[in-house]
């Protein structure tokens, strides 16, 4: 097999669970391109620093982990000056890259237009990530996108990605399931393949990828090499060195997992 150097692996930002000291945990265990904070919501007003340090305390480090593996902030809303203004702070607060959280299957934060619920609206989709981004932009801070598939279906998929890609986004992490399904098995990977051909932007698929092995067959259907891994960063921290290995034809070590 030929080397690949050039694929991400990145760990994904799980609300409740993903604080900085679990960053750390498992960035220490090598193979980690970078990793995204649990999201701030954001409504109306702007947030002082404090609250992006508090969210974020690599903020204060460079936006690194104590190994140097970058954090990007991720921001949850739907207001677009409200996300243009917080952006602007959380870069002044330290912050490197800006992502946005389309993807939130909560029924709390669903409720009041956040997360998945904007995926019924491709033109506020717009919106928001198209103001965010200009207003970062001065900043020479990228603004970067995480999505599912749609929120009850998926007849609105690719009109999304479409929108986040004009919108000016530098990369799209994809959770191949529709917020209806939550994380029932199977994630839908083929509709990363789809969703790839659409924006000019790369893609990460996100969604069932458990072992290496689970990753190959990801990369299979979907066509995409980038990978963020949720879940299984946390079952098995060293899936992403594992993946490294496997890219650059070396042996993979393999880890009792039971031991």
Same mark, same amino acid.
């Given at each position: 097999?030929?080397?690949?150097?050039?694929?991400?692996? =990145?760990?994904?930002?799980?609300?409740?669970?993903?604080?900085?000291?679990?960053?750390?945990?498992?960035?220490?265990?090598?193979?980690?391109?970078?990793?995204? #904070?649990?999201?701030? +919501?954001?409504?109306?007003?702007?947030?002082?620093?404090?609250?992006?340090?508090?969210?974020? !305390?690599?903020?204060?480090?460079?936006?690194? #982990? !104590? #190994?140097?593996?970058?954090?990007?902030?991720?921001?949850?809303?739907?207001?677009?000056?409200?996300?243009?203004?917080?952006?602007?702070?959380?870069?002044?607060?330290?912050?490197?890259?800006?992502?946005?959280?389309?993807?939130?299957?909560?029924?709390?934060?669903?409720?009041?237009?956040?997360?998945?619920?904007?995926?019924?609206?491709?033109?506020?989709?717009?919106?928001?990530?198209? =103001?965010?981004?200009?207003?970062?932009?001065?900043?020479?801070?990228?603004?970067?996108?995480?999505?599912?598939?749609?929120?009850?279906?998926?007849?609105?998929?690719?009109?999304?990605?479409?929108?986040?890609?004009?919108?000016?986004?530098?990369?799209?992490?994809?959770?191949? +399931?529709?917020?209806?399904?939550?994380?029932?098995?199977?994630?839908?990977?083929?509709?990363?393949?789809?969703?790839?051909?659409?924006?000019?932007?790369?893609?990460?698929?996100?969604?069932?990828?458990?072992?290496?092995?689970?990753?190959?067959?990801?990369?299979?259907?979907?066509?995409?090499?980038?990978?963020?891994?949720?879940?299984?960063?946390?079952?098995? !921290?060293?899936?992403?060195?594992?993946?490294?290995?496997?890219? =650059?034809?070396?042996?993979?070590?393999?880890?009792?997992?039971?031991?």
């Amino acid at each position: 097999m030929k080397a690949n150097l050039t694929a991400l692996v =990145a760990v994904a930002p799980m609300e409740g669970v993903m604080d900085a000291t679990t960053r750390d945990l498992i960035t220490r265990q090598g193979g980690w391109d970078f990793c995204v #904070t649990e999201f701030l +919501r954001v409504t109306q007003g702007r947030q002082p620093a404090r609250v992006f340090h508090r969210l974020c !305390p690599e903020l204060r480090q460079n936006a690194q #982990t !104590p #190994t140097g593996v970058p954090v990007h902030l991720q921001l949850l809303g739907s207001d677009p000056q409200s996300l243009a203004e917080n952006a602007q702070i959380a870069v002044s607060a330290g912050a490197k890259v800006v992502d946005l959280n389309f993807g939130c299957p909560a029924k709390i934060v669903n409720r009041h237009l956040g997360g998945a619920s904007m995926l019924r609206y491709p033109d506020r989709l717009y919106d928001a990530t198209f =103001a965010t981004a200009q207003a970062l932009k001065a900043l020479n801070a990228p603004v970067t996108a995480k999505m599912r598939l749609g929120y009850d279906d998926t007849e609105l998929t690719l009109d999304n990605a479409r929108a986040l890609n004009a919108a000016g986004i530098t990369q799209l992490v994809v959770h191949a +399931r529709t917020r209806a399904q939550g994380y029932k098995p199977p994630a839908h990977w083929e509709w990363v393949a789809k969703i790839a051909e659409v924006v000019d932007v790369p893609v990460f698929a996100n969604g069932d990828i458990w072992t290496l092995a689970d990753y190959q067959r990801c990369v299979a259907v979907s066509g995409v090499d980038h990978a963020m891994l949720g879940r299984s960063s946390m079952t098995n !921290p060293w899936l992403a060195k594992q993946i490294k290995q496997h890219l =650059a034809g070396e042996e993979v070590e393999q880890v009792d997992l039971n031991g």
